[in-house]
């Protein structure tokens, strides 16, 4: 089974919207983390924002922010003002388990195309 | 700081040959991970190392795939007689080794794209 489900192969958004990307999780564990990352046509993977399953905030990160509801299993990110530049792959992961070195899971991404 | 750095950027091989990508962690970070993605595909785990704790191995998709870490710093990963299956590209990451929290965070390199012929 999926740990991590990204339903929204591509998005396309207007310049200047806010922007949700969807991502759910499958996990039997109480502590658990969930990232989000950006990856540009370059490649690289850029860490954006994170939320513990005990934060009892929404993590937010400048115009990032992470709609976390734990008891639907979703960790969506919003995107607010979107820019060119937020063109990409968005990729949501989770770490199960206690803190320190563990694996992430990752979903198979949403790419993000903002249109001028 | 310098971030995670991988060698070489790109490679491009025969199929059945021997094939070695290197990654430097960050500075302090003693967890380091390894990561395949193919093309337009999530990345799948491959390997990762802690301190001096044995490696876990468990993403490693064959025998034919091996890495090690030299010192608690630089590691190699290596894919002998390479398949075209293999052609991927390979992605670094290391974090704190006892962080808790966004202190966990792996910070990835740039990869190495590896295309077998």
């Known amino acids: 089974a999926q740990k991590i489900t990204q339903t929204q192969p591509g998005m396309f958004v207007q310049e200047k919207e806010a922007v949700t990307l969807d991502c759910t999780y499958d996990?039997?564990?109480?502590?658990?983390?969930l990232f989000w990352y950006k990856q540009p046509s370059s490649g690289e993977m850029i860490f954006l924002i994170y939320?513990?399953?005990?934060?009892?905030q929404n993590a937010t990160e400048g115009r990032y922010s992470l709609n976390f509801q734990k008891a639907r299993k979703s960790a969506n990110l919003v995107i607010s003002a979107s820019q060119l530049g937020d063109s990409a792959m968005y990729f949501c992961?989770?770490?199960?388990?206690?803190?320190?070195?563990?694996?992430?899971?990752f979903g198979q991404g949403t790419r993000l195309t903002i249109n001028p | 700081g310098a971030g995670v750095s991988q060698s070489p950027s790109n490679k491009v091989t025969e199929k059945g040959k021997d094939v070695e990508l290197r990654c430097d962690p960050i500075?302090?970070?003693?967890?380091l991970y390894w990561y395949r993605q193919s093309l337009g595909q999530g990345l799948e785990f491959l390997i990762y190392?802690?301190?001096?704790?044995?490696?876990?191995k468990s993403g490693l998709p064959s025998d034919r795939f091996s890495a090690e870490r030299t010192g608690g710093s630089v590691s190699t990963l290596t894919i002998q007689r390479t398949q075209q299956e293999d052609s991927a590209v390979y992605l670094c990451?290391?974090?704190?080794?006892?962080?808790?929290?966004?202190?966990?965070?792996?910070?990835f390199g740039p990869g190495t794209r590896l295309l077998v012929l």
């Open positions: 990451a290391s974090s704190l080794e006892s962080g808790t929290g966004v202190a966990e965070t792996q910070y």
């Open positions: 939320q513990g399953s005990y934060d009892e």
């Open positions: 996990t039997s564990d109480q502590s658990y983390g």
């Open positions: 500075s302090g970070h003693t967890a």
């Open positions: 992961a989770m770490r199960e388990g206690l803190g320190g070195a563990q694996k992430l899971v």
């Open positions: 190392f802690q301190g001096n704790s044995a490696p876990d």
